[in-house]
């Protein structure tokens, strides 16, 4: 095919195509008419959706075997090809191929489409040509991508496109720093586990034969003597041995560089790393491990992965508010066109009917025709204006004002709503006139009636009855409650009918149908009927009895009558467009990839083991496996079985996995956060309307106030009677008048406050009543115990003892509870709870108990320590009356767990500590609404989950039995070919989670939507047969739909509101305190860092003849930068090239290599130490992080090359090869930025953090008393890796569940009737373990943890990280390090000060937003000189803080104003700072923003200077600066663009010597002039002809 030219064709109109085909060309004339005709776009459509169709109607088998209809099918191929080769033809030959603007290859569809149509061709010739030998079948794979042109025909998807594609460039940053952070990981991982999880048990009686641990083979440690924590073999039947394939069939491990990144990113998607964890913990120990996994995951999951979900959030809003704004504009403007012609064609047959009703020949009756329509427009008109915005869920007391005005309408005017003018006739002239009037007003009784509170919440009672009756179904259930609910429905249902035919007779049938409510009531009723009706006939046998559960949705009415809620659900609703256009791109992708997944998977997952039931065999199932590795869930299990049935680790199957990556980071961490920006959104829009409408109510009130004081004014205006006024109505009046407001004012009701504020400093004062009706203020008890309680140190004194407390409790042992360390730790507990009730007593003797303000009981924090201390007496009394019962050990247990909330205590001791923790407890009133909305949904899912599956969860341990009377007996299970068959036990068992009952319906739902075990789940619900059956696998696909929907509800929509909600209060928490102040986030956050920064020092030897100064010259040279730059970039390289096995030969190369680097890296930092000093070269942090590990790296290598290890454990010294790579971080800009935000955002952490540790703390402790005692199984979830036996243990597990990995099966393993330790019984003692608060316990800490504190880090991260979505133009205080760097070129021994004619050589070479760049014109940045206006000192140099803070208010406009205002700005600002930074003000106040007796008369400035030589420049172009001085040859230009110093000197000069008592010769008067001009008067900003200036400086037109 010929390319076409690129320059214009023959005849002049535009370029050909294929050199062949002209504008003017008859056939391209027709190709374009048929590319741009509509019909063939659609015919192109909809012959890819039959292409997809053919695709997955395609099923799979083993060995590439084929199903007749798969033949059928792949003939199709070659028409859909012929299609597609016509369609691209047709547009090349329209558009032209590759070569100019508008061609068809410059589109991105337009090469999908090309790449789809020549790999089509090249695989149909191929198989027809080539021998059978060569596999196309990746090439054919790109067949997938077709209905990504589905995408181009839909606008509103591209939005969704357009802000992924806009969001790429921060997510390219962060994409780099996630990959830094993985392969600094990995390779970490590669020196301390490479090669270790190939060793296992072997039996000693056949060698090849692996011994197993439960189900599965155990890495094991054969150091002697072993590591702390590994595993070790039996002795008597096994040995370890280095020959194991390792984990996964080999694909987890730290064998390589690739193996290792694999390894890490799964880590990071907190998808299977505790079996990671554990396998590690055997292999080598488990000394370091965790300090490797837990920091892998915060950092790379908690802190990396989220930055995504921000970046996106931020972005998508941006896009879709451009997209908003646009589509808003367009439609005003039609709108506007619109009623232009409407009010034209109206005003026309207005002038009409006016013409007809002067007619004579007009009727009567026409006229009134004409009259009626008038006035029903009319009222139209008005009802419309008063509706508002959102009609669809308005009050019928709204809908229904235009019916009630007609009914008081004189009678020859009105009809029924809908009647027509004739028919209202008819009514009221006929001989039924008394009939209708009476109807009339039995219909106007019966509307009164129906708008009453009674009826409105009798209908809510029948509602919440009908809701407890679904609920009380379950499986198993008495055949009474089966027929009373048979009959209740009926009742019920009759009762609803009732209740909608009544309204819709009171309000007519088009006002009941304008309310939205009224329209979804009559939906659910008569899917209701339906359901009755179908049951009876079919007996529910297709499982339609889940409408039932619709009814439930009437609950939603409440909803009505709540604003928050309503607006919730307005906003949900106007952004329903989005959201089907995202899940529409959603249906897309999982298209694709199920598409793409059984191309290259279908048919190979048969393994001997069997089929996986997530594979690519068949359409529905691929899209289900697609589905569940989009929600992360065993994402990498389903990995494994690709990469298995591709050749395995070793056989170029570990290239699949690449699909599986790609799959989860485009379509877990991209797609799915943009849910949460929509989230954002609805938020934001919900809150503005509640607060619209609060403000509106607040106006309404004061309306009315108004009003009301306006009647009673006339009243007592319109009595005879003399006036006395008691209290005057204008709050003005109040000064003039002694009279008494007896409503109590805001200044009153916040009097006590103010009195505390305004004495801060000294004791407490003591309340003045009587403490319990005993001690009067003046009692010396009262007084001493006041006196105490108020001591300095009696506070601290408190929380340390809480601190011994929790380290008490933390050191117990929850098996042997009679052990004595724990008879010791009681005894300390009995000191700790008498201090507690000591303090206790003294306060309630100084506050007094409960009844006046001010008392003990009073505050929240003193009721927990009350109960805490009570309840610890209570269980201490029962421990001394030796009570023995079960009962009361279990009661005395329960008391003792309380003792876990004494940490709360510090909480109100910490103020900071207390803001985060208020933070949380506003979160959590914010999320009360939504939470009631999402336990209604979680309720309705669950009552259809019991309809579709009540007691459908049961089976057979021999999965060939499915029926009960089968399951008995024994039956084979083959383990190995080499083994005899194992006898097992048949057992007809019920599932773990099920739906036999609401309550277990809701935890199973909730267990689905923490992510967690949910294949399991679907799997049993597709396999669910029926009542009392076994399960058949891929059953009944279909109820996978309830799943699906159930996730996009809430997973991917109601978790995201919960985090937006906490995201929201956060910021607003922020913001709080800067609402006063006047500054907004981003000023803060720059001031803050200028407060904080100090010069830094750049050491440089004096004498530069010396060697020193030689040497100091090379190590801060460029080159030397760049070369030991590529050390280590070599040096990361050599740490990535080591691959398991490893020879001897191989392993010395490396060894040796490793040597030559850190001898190069020692002697870079001796050359380091040498030129700059010891002293010098530590104030560096990057010099100090060097020096640690090169000595690290010695001490490695000399242990290594000596073989030293038996003293102590050498492998942490690996750790200093890898953090040589962390020394690259400093070299990229981007990069440096966004490290520093990084560490902005960890200190903002501290808090947040501490709050945490809080609650891990609290449900550790809990969990130790509770489950600490349950024997330890390797085939349950409560084993030697994971249990409560000790704190940190505890720790590990909680942090486990916080990562959500497997948190269920934990749950069910601790649940009541577990076998107890033996340490935990006493001799001959038979009981069990466990506890049924499991449930609450578990369900609480997941939702704690994971819904609201972990999402605070996700705050504080797009709280820090906002500049990445915002205007890069904008500084930010992530620009701000690079001032400081700079600064310190210009100023090497950190004065502090230097020459202000550097100053703006600095800030030229400053890049903006921080600086003015080179390419700012020199009178620019004058004039921004100007406005900065820094004082400079006697030896003509500016001040760091000055300058760096003048520099961020004149970028920030932070209170900048005219020339004329800036003395009062200037004094707010200090105000301003004084009140955000009280104790930094005393210092610095002075640094940031200069006094005025340093910027007044006789004092030199920058401003002024600069001021001079604008005003001088400008002198000069007039006539007179012309002419040249007398006696004097005419000088240069005096401000050259190019060199900006000498003409500064000059005119410094010349101010100097004017500010004393020189008088210059004739030549220097312009100078003089100047001078005088600028040093007599206050200042620059007030000096008469520096005034235009400024403004000219200050205007935006002049920048």
């Known amino acids: ?106 589109n991105i569809w337009n090469i999908m489409d090309f790449i789809v149509v020549v790999t089509g061709l090249v695989t149909l010739l191929a198989d027809k040509q080539l021998t059978s030998g060569v596999d196309f079948r990746t090439l054919r794979a790109i067949r997938v991508l077709r209905p990504l042109k589905l995408v181009n025909g839909i606008p509103s998807l591209q939005v969704v496109l357009k802000s992924i594609i806009k969001a790429m460039a ?109 396998w590690t913990n055997d292999a080598v120990g488990s000394t370091f491990n965790v300090v490797y996994f ?169 509602v919440f009855l009908n809701t407890v009756c679904v609920a009380v179904e379950h499986y198993n259930q008495p055949d009474w409650l089966t027929l009373f609910l048979y009959y209740a429905e009926f009742v019920f249902l009759g009762l609803f009918i009732s209740e909608m035919l009544i309204k819709m007779y009171a ?73 089907i256009s995202l899940l529409f791109l959603l249906f897309l992708f999982i298209l694709i990839f199920a598409l793409l997944g059984m191309q290259l998977f279908g048919g190979a997952w048969s393994f001997k083991e069997g089929t996986p039931l997530a594979n690519f065999n068949s359409f529905a199932v691929a899209l289900l496996t697609v589905f569940q590795i989009l929600t992360g869930e065993d994402w990498n299990e389903v990995m494994y079985h690709g990469i298995q049935s591709q050749g395995g680790h070793d056989n170029g199957g570990m290239v699949y996995c690449l699909y599986f990556i790609v799959l989860v980071v485009f379509g877990n961490y991209t797609l799915l956060n943009v849910f949460l920006a929509i989230a954002v959104d609805n938020l934001a829009n919900a809150q503005e309307l509640t607060a619209a409408e609060e403000e509106q109510e607040e106006e309404d009130k004061e309306k009315m106030a108004a009003e009301l004081e306006k009647e009673i004014g006339a009243l007592h205006v319109s009595d005879g009677a003399p006036k006395v006024e008691i209290c005057p109505p204008s709050p003005n009046a109040g000064d003039k008048n002694n009279c008494t407001d007896t409503r109590p004012s805001l200044s009153a009701m916040k009097g006590d406050t103010v009195d505390e504020s305004e004495q801060p400093s000294g004791p407490k004062p003591m309340l003045p009543y009587s403490s319990m009706f005993i001690l009067s203020p003046t009692n010396p008890v009262r007084r001493a115990a006041h006196w105490v309680v108020n001591l300095r140190y009696f506070d601290f004194f408190i929380m340390f003892v809480i601190s011994l407390s929790s380290i008490a409790l933390a050191c117990e042992d929850p098996v042997d509870e009679k052990s004595d360390k724990n008879k010791i730790l009681n005894m300390f507990d009995y000191a700790f709870t008498g201090v507690f009730t000591i303090e206790m007593v003294l306060k309630v003797i100084d506050m007094g108990l409960i009844l006046h303000p001010g008392s003990y009981l009073r505050e929240v924090w003193n009721v927990m320590d009350a109960t805490v201390v009570i309840c610890a007496l209570v269980s201490f009394i029962f421990d001394l009356t030796g009570s023995s019962t079960g009962q009361d050990l279990s009661t005395i247990k329960s008391l003792r767990v309380l003792r876990v909330l004494r940490p709360l205590k510090t909480i109100k001791r910490v103020p900071k500590l207390k803001a985060v923790f208020d933070c949380v407890v506003n979160s959590l009133k914010n999320v009360v609404n939504i939470l009631i909305v999402y336990l209604l949904f979680q309720f309705i899912f669950a009552v259809i989950a019991v309809q579709l599956f009540n007691g459908k969860f049961f089976y057979c341990t021999d999965e060939s039995k499915v029926l009960p009377g089968e399951c008995q007996g024994e039956y084979f299970v083959y383990t190995d070919d080499k083994q005899p068959p194992e006898v097992r036990q048949r057992v007809w068992r019920q599932q773990d989670f099920h739906y036999d009952d609401v309550m277990m319906a809701m935890l199973t739902l909730f267990a689905v939507q923490t992510g967690e075990g949910w294949p399991t789940v679907l799997q049993n619900s597709m396999a669910a047969t029926s009542e009392d059956n076994g399960p058949k696998p891929h059953y009944r696909i279909e109820m996978s739909i309830f799943y699906i929907v159930y996730f996009i509800v809430f997973p991917f929509f109601f978790v995201n509101i919960f985090v937006a909600l906490i995201i929201i209060t956060f910021q607003e928490q922020g913001e709080a305190e800067l609402q006063d102040g006047e500054l907004d986030k981003n000023q803060k956050s720059c001031i803050d860092f200028v407060i904080q920064a100090r010069p830094l020092e750049r050491y440089m030897p004096k004498d530069r003849k010396s060697c020193k100064y030689k040497m100091w010259r090379i190590v801060v040279s460029t080159p030397f930068e760049y070369f030991i730059m590529a050390l280590i970039v070599l040096n990361t390289l050599l740490l990535m090239v080591k691959n398991y096995p490893q020879n001897e030969t191989e392993k010395a190369i490396l060894q040796k290599l490793n040597n030559v680097f850190t001898s190069l890296f020692a002697i870079e930092c001796a050359l380091k130490v040498t030129a700059v000093g010891i002293r010098n070269f530590f104030k560096d942090r990057w010099n100090t992080f060097d020096f640690i590990t090169v000595i690290g790296s010695i001490v490695d290598a000399i242990f290594m090359e000596l073989a030293v290890s038996n003293f102590f454990n050498v492998g942490f010294l690996r750790l200093f090869r890898a953090a040589r790579l962390i020394k690259l971080l400093r070299q990229g800009y981007t990069i440096r930025i966004l490290l520093w935000t990084f560490v902005q955002s960890f200190k903002a952490l501290p808090y947040v953090c501490l709050l945490i540790a809080m609650l891990f703390f609290i449900y550790a402790i809990i969990g130790m008393q509770v489950f600490g005692n349950i024997a330890l199984d390797s085939k349950t979830s409560i084993s030697r890796h994971n249990n409560f036996r000790h704190f940190f243990q505890a720790l590990m597990l909680l942090f486990r569940c916080a990562t959500g990995e497997a948190w269920q099966s934990i749950m069910l393993a601790c649940v009541k009737n577990k076998p107890c330790d033996e340490r935990a019984l006493r001799p001959g003692e038979e009981r069990v373990c466990g506890s049924d608060l499991a449930y609450g316990y578990f369900v609480s800490f997941i939702f704690f943890c994971s819904f609201l504190m972990l999402n605070l880090f996700v705050a504080v991260i797009m709280d820090n990280f906002d500049y990445l979505t915002r205007d890069s133009s904008i500084l930010g205080a992530h620009h701000l390090d690079e001032f400081h760097r700079i600064w310190a070129e210009y100023d090497p021994n950190a004065t502090g000060r230097i020459e202000y004619t550097e100053m703006y050589d600095m800030l030229r070479n400053m890049e903006p937003p921080l600086g003015f760049g080179n390419k700012c014109p020199y009178r620019l940045a004058h004039k921004k000189l100007i406005r900065m206006n820094m004082p400079i000192g006697a030896d003509g140099k500016v001040q760091f803080t000055t300058t760096l803070f003048a520099l961020i208010r004149e970028n920030l406009s932070i209170k900048m104003r005219p020339a004329e205002e800036m003395d009062q700005a200037d004094s707010e600002l200090r105000t301003t700072i004084t009140k955000i930074w009280p104790l930094q003000a005393k210092k610095m106040l002075d640094l940031l923003v200069p006094p005025k007796d340093e910027l007044g008369p006789n004092k030199l400035t920058v401003g002024k200077i600069y001021a001079g030589l604008l005003i001088l420049e400008n002198w000069k172009s007039t006539r007179f600066g012309q002419i040249p001085a007398e006696n004097q040859p005419e000088k240069q230009e005096l401000v050259p663009p190019d060199s900006p110093v000498s003409p500064l000197v000059d005119v410094t000069d010349w101010i100097r010597q004017a500010s004393g008592s020189w008088e210059g010769s004739p030549d220097s008067r312009r100078s003089l002039e100047v001078s005088r001009l600028l040093c007599r008067t206050h200042g620059v900003m007030k000096c008469a002809p520096c005034v235009p200036v400024c403004r000219l400086a200050s205007s935006p037109s002049s920048v």
């Open 1 to 106: 095919m010929g390319k076409k030219s690129g320059a214009p064709s023959q005849d002049g109109k535009g370029p050909s195509s294929l050199f062949l085909f002209s504008e003017t060309n008859p056939i391209r004339r027709y190709t374009k008419f048929i590319i741009e005709w509509p019909p063939f776009e659609t015919a192109v459509l909809m012959t890819i959706i039959a292409n997809c169709v053919v695709l997955a109607l395609e099923e799979h088998l083993p060995n590439e075997d084929k199903t007749m209809l798969a033949i059928k099918l792949e003939a199709t191929e070659s028409v859909f090809l012929c299609i597609f080769c016509v369609e691209a033809s047709l547009k090349i030959m329209a558009l032209g191929f590759v070569l100019h603007k508008g061609a068809y290859l410059r």
């Open 170 to 278: 921060p997510l390219l940053q962060i994409g780099m720093l996630v990959l830094f952070a993985i392969v600094i990981f990995a390779i970490i991982g590669l020196e301390f586990y490479f090669g270790a999880l190939h060793k296992t048990c072997y039996s000693l009686e056949d060698f090849d034969q692996i011994v197993t641990e439960g189900e599965q083979a155990t890495p094991c440690d054969q150091a002697n003597p072993p590591a702390t924590g590994s595993y070790r073999c039996e002795n008597t039947t096994s040995m370890c041995r280095e020959k194991w394939i390792g984990p996964n069939q080999g694909i987890t491990s730290f064998d390589n560089i690739g193996f290792a990144m694999l390894t890490v990113f799964q880590c990071i998607t907190m998808e299977g790393w505790t079996a990671i964890l554990y």
């Open 294 to 462: 837990v920091p892998l995951i915060i950092i790379g999951s908690f802190f990396m992965l989220n930055l995504v979900l921000g970046v996106l959030s931020g972005e998508f809003a941006k896009e879709r508010e451009r997209v908003e704004n646009r589509q808003a504009f367009l439609k005003l403007r039609r709108q506007q066109q619109l009623e232009r012609e409407l009010n034209g064609y109206v005003e026309w047959i207005c002038k009409a009917e006016e013409v007809i009703l002067a007619e004579e020949r007009t009727t009567e009756e026409e006229k009134m025709h004409i009259m009626e329509a008038r006035r029903k427009a009319a009222a139209k008109r008005k009802k419309l204006k008063n509706l508002g915005k959102s009609k669809s869920t308005d009050t019928e007391e709204e809908d229904n004002d235009g019916e009630e005005d007609a009914l008081y309408m004189p009678k020859k005017k009105t009809g029924l709503a809908k009647a027509s003018y004739l028919k209202s006739k008819m009514k009221n002239q006929g001989a039924c006139a008394g009939f209708w009037r009476a109807e009339k007003t039995f219909r106007f009784a019966i509307r009164k009636a129906v708008k009453t509170q009674f009826f409105y919440w009798f209908v809510i009672v029948l």
């Open 507 to 579: 309000l007519g049938p088009r006002i009941y149908f304008e309310s939205a409510f009224n329209r979804f009531d009559c939906v659910v009723i008569s899917g209701s009927i339906f359901e009755v009706v179908w049951s009876t006939f079919k007996d529910g046998s297709f499982g339609l009895s889940v409408l039932r559960a619709l009814r439930l949705l009437r609950i939603f009415k409440v909803t009505k009558y709540w604003s928050s809620l309503r607006n919730l659900v307005i906003s949900l609703l106007s952004s329903m467009r989005s959201i």
